[in-house]
């Protein structure tokens, strides 16, 4: 390998330390102490040793072997995330319309879940770094939610302006932290060298043999240590595989496990520290700058979430998930960095108003877990889809496989549901929410379709009466905007019906989303000419992409059709929906949600970027 390549590598292996594993490495500030914090779980050596075994091991299994080697091989197009995962199972499964059914299903409560998630990560995160307050001087504990929810709200705030120029200096401070952390770890591992020894996973064993149900229920603690693998899959696209790779087992495996286990050390000598071993840990003149760290350390873990939201808003949207909404655009190198102003508020009340009713990381600790551990067994089953259907893995190796994986994913979802009545319903009944919104809308627009569609006029008869009876023409170029290429427009008829006249040029305009993140340039655009002065004009876009019609029309000259803009008219039909009485229809509750989010989305002018100069909108009534 060259010189350069290696120095791209090592850049991008130190950007994915700050974006992709700042989730993943604060976890150190809360679990050991959310394990112990278990009633029944004393703090004996014999226990402790198990506890780090089991986390170690789940480094190693869920992160090392589950994410890294097997979930990274479902990559879109270089893609991840479990929006991309559910398009990609959907299309390795097209032929099978049931199995398809059930991963939308699937893939959409696993991304209702995510957004579950992006609310506690923050207020469990920058809660337990602000946290050590009490441990550097107890009077001032009534500060702690009052700088949390101050750090909160400044973080929401700074979204609009981007992340390009600070998230510059996240990989290297993401470095720093996880160099502390190994530090401090060997600074307790020197105490008490014993505690290497639960690297063996037989210590993992003794604790269930000597704690049985209580061990069970810390396992809703122990899969702390691997939440934010999801943001591994999540952000492949962003820096590769071999990156996050590289920098998972030269710098963030090895900090992580060190620091553990100079907890472990720490509790196991002085187990009155057990309340909170991380910042024990910390020499006392260290105390506030490590504060400070920490702080910062979660904000940036914070950001990857919160920016993991947006994107997942996006693709949700170009897939027909959620309603339209504004995305503005914060880098002009980066396509990624996105910014959405209202999911941007919606998360910042929901984190504010988890800092505010759970007040301690120690609550959130219930709320934490579900969510994450929910995404986690969703993630494996679409995996295992995909292995399948696409990868061509025969029936006993899947069984193999999936049973390995589940049976991890799995204790630990069922460790965390008994904990739903003491805070796990948070996170569940938001991504219950989400959920019913997504499918609402989805179902929605399907039901809109069929009425327009049982309501209009088919193209091949229609384009033989226009040879038949010719209408006037008018100079210029017409596109009518349809979501249906095989009919013709309502526009069109209207335009018909009330002017009397048709443009020379006519294009019959559809836009395709794909469920890929890009569309090959192939494959693009697609134009036929109908005769008569017609065209059928396909333009297709990935899920991660903004859909351009202008830019696009312009680079028609490719498949012999030229478009001027200043001589050319969108006619689009605007439909207004309102509830009915249709069999096959949904609940009128749904109906009047989804009236509401179809009279509140951004509209398809402005989603296409459609000049509003050159645009003629036409009203219609839509019964569903």
Partial sequence: MHADSHKRLAALALGAVGVVYGDIGTSPLYTIKEIFGEPGIATAPQNVLGALSLIFWSLIVVVSVKYLLFIMRADNKGEGGIVALMALAQRSARSRPRTVATIAILGLFGAALFYGDGVITPAMSVLSAVEGLEVAAPSLAHWVVPITLLVIVTLFALQKHGTERIGAVFGPVCAIWFLSLAALGVYGIVQEPSVLRAVSPVYAVDFFVHNRMQAFFALGAVVLAVTGTEALYADMGHFGKRPIQGAWFTLVLPALVLNYFGQGALVMLHPETVANPFYHLVPRALLYPMIALATIATVIASQAVISGAFSMTREAMQLGYMPRMRVVHTSRNMSGQ??????????????????????????????????????????????????????????????????????????????????????????????????????????????????????????????????????????????????????????????????????????????????????DADERIDLHDLGHGMYRLQLRYGFDEDPDVPATLLQCGAVGATFDLMDTTFFLSRETVVSGDHDGGMATWRDRLFAFLSRNTMTATAFFRIPGNRLIELGAHVEI
């Fill in 338 to 519: 996105i910014y959405v102003p209202w999911i941007n508020r919606m998360l910042m009340m929901l984190v504010v108003g988890a800092v505010i009713g759970f007040r301690s990381s120690d609550n959130l600790g219930a709320a934490y877990g579900i969510a994450v551990t929910g995404t986690m067994v969703i993630t494996t089953l679409l995996a295992l889809v995909v292995a399948r259907f696409r990868w061509g893995w025969r029936w006993p190796t899947i069984v193999l496989v999936g049973a390995g994986l589940l049976v991890v994913d799995l204790g630990f979802f069922s460790a965390n549901a008994t904990k739903i009545a003491s805070g796990g319903w948070f996170p569940l009944a938001l991504g219950l929410c989400v959920f019913v919104l997504m499918t609402t809308w989805r179902r929605g627009r399907a039901l809109v379709a069929r009425t327009i569609r049982q309501g209009g006029v088919a193209l091949a008869p229609f384009l033989q009466s226009l040879a038949e009876h010719p209408p006037r023409t008018v100079p210029g170029t017409a596109i009518f905007m349809t979501a249906d290429p095989e009919q013709v427009p309502n526009s069109m008829l209207h335009n018909l019906k009330h002017n009397k006249v048709l443009h020379e040029r006519n294009v019959l305009l559809t836009v395709e989303m794909l469920d890929t993140p890009s569309a």
